[in-house]
């Protein structure tokens, strides 16, 4: 598994009066608040026409990754062979998470057994593999209760 080294600041975002300062970022924890206990979320690829294809898409969120399964023949993984890019939306509009980066499949027999347990937890399902991984490139997130001041931008590079 790589290893990713993380650093925060405030992403631009032009005409919504957003804080300029560090003040009021969000942590890290809010980060795996959120997709830990979500039980939704929305996956975007990209398909061969370069036409943009989101769907809802259940998953986990495992020692700070995200993981999601599904049949080979889907829309989304037919998309993903061809380009790996991907963005996964957590399910709330009010405390939101957006994750880019690019997809791989897990092969660690230790983190498969892990998602397996939480699919079971939360959805009651014994989802077989494969698994896919997220390999964050950058996560965005902010609190709709705050617009101005917590919008963040969490950035990764491999180390």
Request: net charge neutral; hydrophobic share 30%.
């Amino acid at each position: 598994m790589m290893k990713q080294e993380k650093s925060r600041d405030r992403p631009y975002i032009p005409d919504y009066g957003i804080e300029e300062s560090d003040n009021g970022l969000l942590g890290w924890d809010f980060v795996q608040n959120e997709m830990k206990d979500a039980k939704n979320y929305w996956l975007s690829t990209t398909k061969s026409d370069s036409r943009p294809h989101a769907i809802p898409i259940w998953g986990s969120w495992i020692n700070d990754n995200f993981y999601f399964g599904g049949g080979s023949e889907t829309q989304n993984r037919k998309n993903l062979v061809e380009n790996p890019h991907i963005v996964v939306h957590s399910e709330s509009g009010t405390k939101v998470v957006i994750i880019e980066g690019k997809v791989s499949i897990e092969k660690n027999e230790n983190v498969i057994k892990e998602i397996k347990m939480d699919y079971m937890r939360k959805y009651n399902l014994d989802h077989p593999p494969p698994f896919y991984r997220v390999n964050k490139t950058k996560v965005f997130c902010w609190d709709m209760n705050d617009y101005a001041g917590t919008p963040t931008r969490w950035k990764f590079i491999e180390i």
